[in-house]
């Protein structure tokens, strides 16, 4: 069958599955934009205010829902403004495809207008970039880039096609979507013994649970494990809702603001079975003595992360899923009592329990607000004090259910991604915490809110200063708050009803819940601006290079 270029494109986003997509026009793309008109009954494509907000929309869509994320963008700046999206998405493995579309082939190289090398630029932050230039390598190019994205560590994948191929006639005939390939290590039953072995004979093990086992869906196994054993688990932030944050034997989340207890008992296991995580340097900030008294051992898709940050005995590469399915019925039913007594003892002597500096708690806003959305509701932030506090205190139930940009750190990231996850999730409610700094980077995504009547419910923790950076100065670097205080005027409230939504500001919890209450039966966007004073830290924090023993708590 002879099909435009443009054409193509849509039958194999449909081939794939793909129901929506993200993004922005432009004078490169206009092929392929004339398509989407023709097939809008099929894929919904939403319009972002800025290309980096369809980015992060299509990343916030792919986490909440398993899916690939696709988002399309023109040429030149269309295609680089994606690129801190794309960034976020590759630190965090998140399956996305981008469709760049890009000046006509006889253009390239000269300079053309809005013409830039985009596959060169996102070269180091996809796991594959395709530039397409030749009518007959288009449809190939395509399928790869769904199979790419979502085989072995998931990733971002990038389609750059120049205008002229978009136009052109291509032979398409359907297909089913590429199979994606097995990663089993050679070595997996041996292997999958010894790991049983260690864990039977252990005296102090502790699972310590990554990003991997959400995408893996192997968030039953885990618990099956927990409950077989008594084996108490941690968690990374990314691996956040994997089990239940009230869980038998769970004891939150590791790292620079984790609960005591989940630091101290990595510190004194004598086992640490790494699940698909990557020992970043916000976990084990210092690699040298992270389990220091313990076996590391580790199962990971991504054979590159075994011995990069911090040293194992043993690995096992492949799916967490199905590695764990292998090794569960070798583990023997087991008792830890003591060991779970000792690690109940660290939780009462250094509580997660924040210490309210002003009027309105940051935990209580947290907490009241997973309480009234409920069990189901989607949780977004961005990057800052709230994110810890979210990632500390959000009433964790599910995978999949807590979104936040971990590896990258982006600020901005969080408005985006609730667009995304409500779009991919229309029937559940999305609360998006926030800061007034990552707010303002991104806050025009507002329009694109109000356009769709999406009900995301924004909670941001108006402190006045860039807290996080500011804390640091504060506690570090002798107080000096240097460009970390803007002096903004901001009046979120008018900024949101300007744009079509609805504000509220809230100076009290009982504010806040009547704010909140008023929230969850709007049919558009909130922004409920609350009052917290810049003194409030996020806490307890151990400092880079350091261990739990050096635990800042006050």
């Known amino acids: 069958m002879k099909l435009l270029g443009s054409e193509a494109v849509m039958k194999i986003l449909l081939e794939n599955h793909v129901d929506t997509v993200f993004g922005y026009p432009g004078g490169a793309a206009l092929f392929l934009y004339d398509e989407l008109y023709k097939y809008e009954d099929k894929i919904k494509h939403v319009l972002s205010a800025h290309e980096q907000g369809a980015s992060h929309a299509a990343d ?6 398993g899916k690939t994320g696709v988002v399309i963008a023109t040429s030149g700046p269309g295609a680089t403004n994606l690129v801190t999206g794309i960034a976020t998405a590759y630190m965090d493995s998140v399956p996305m495809v981008i469709i760049t579309a890009n000046v006509a082939n006889n253009f390239i190289g000269r ?26 390598e288009l449809a190939d190019a395509m399928r ?3 199979r790419i994205a979502n085989e072995g560590r998931k990733g971002p994948v990038l389609v750059d096609i120049t205008k002229d191929v978009t136009a052109a006639e291509v032979d398409y005939v359907e297909e089913e979507p590429y199979d994606t390939a097995k990663y089993v290590d050679e070595a997996i039953d041996k292997k999958s013994k010894k790991f049983a072995k260690l864990i039977n004979e252990a005296k102090k093990p502790v699972f310590y649970l990554g990003g991997g086992i959400v995408a893996s869906g192997a968030s039953d196994e885990v618990r099956a494990f927990m409950d077989r054993a008594q084996i108490p688990a941690v968690n990374s932030m990314m691996a956040s809702g994997v089990v239940e944050h009230d869980g038998k034997y769970f004891y939150g989340m590791l790292g620079m603001h984790g609960s005591y207890a989940a630091n101290k008992c990595i510190a004194e296991a004598d086992l640490v079975v790494a699940i698909g995580t990557r020992f970043s ?76 500096e002003g009027d309105l708690c940051p935990q209580d806003v947290i907490e009241e607000a997973c309480r009234m959305a409920g069990e189901e509701a989607f949780y977004v932030t961005d990057v800052g004090q709230h994110q810890m506090w979210a990632a500390q205190y959000v009433l964790h139930k599910k995978p999949r259910h807590f979104l936040s ?18 779009i991919g999730n229309p029937g ?33 923790m108006n402190n006045r200063v860039l807290g996080m950076v500011y804390q640091w100065q504060t506690d570090f670097y002798g107080g000096r708050h240097s460009h970390t205080v803007p002096e903004r005027k901001t009046d979120f409230c008018k900024v949101i009803e300007a744009f079509g939504g609805t504000g509220y500001s809230a100076e009290n919890i009982e504010e806040f819940k009547d704010a909140f209450q008023k929230a969850l039966k709007a049919k558009g966007p909130v922004w409920i601006d609350c009052d917290i004073v810049s003194r409030q830290k996020a806490l307890p924090m151990i400092p880079n290079g350091h261990t739990v023993e050096d635990s800042i708590f006050e």
């Not at 916030?60 to 829902?65: D, H, I, N, P, Q």
């Not at 053309?112 to 796991?127: L, S, V």
């Not at 559940?428 to 800061?435: A, E, L």
């Open 428 to 460: 559940n409610k999305v609360v998006h915490f926030t800061g007034d700094g990552s707010l303002h980077m991104n806050l025009n995504e507002a329009c694109t809110a109000v356009s769709n009547e999406l009900p995301v419910i924004t909670v941001i």
């Open 111 to 136: 300079d053309a207008f809005q013409e830039t090398c985009i596959t060169g630029i996102t070269f180091p932050i996809t796991k594959h970039s395709y530039f397409v230039n030749k009518p007959e």
């Open 144 to 146: 790869n880039a769904f």
């Open 281 to 356: 340097d916000r976990v084990a900030l210092n690699p040298k003595r992270f389990a220091e008294n313990a076996k590391v051992i580790q199962i990971d898709i991504d054979k590159s992360e075994v011995n990069k940050n911090v040293m194992v005995v043993e690995s096992i590469i492949g799916d967490c899923k199905e590695v764990l399915q292998g090794i569960l019925p070798m583990v023997k039913e087991a008792e830890h009592g003591d060991w779970i007594k000792t690690i109940e003892k660290w939780s009462k002597e250094h509580p997660l329990k924040m210490k309210s």
């Open 60 to 65: 916030g869509y792919a986490r909440s829902t």
């Open 405 to 422: 940009s971990g590896g990258l750190g982006t600020m901005g990231f969080g408005y985006g991604a609730a667009i995304g996850a409500q």
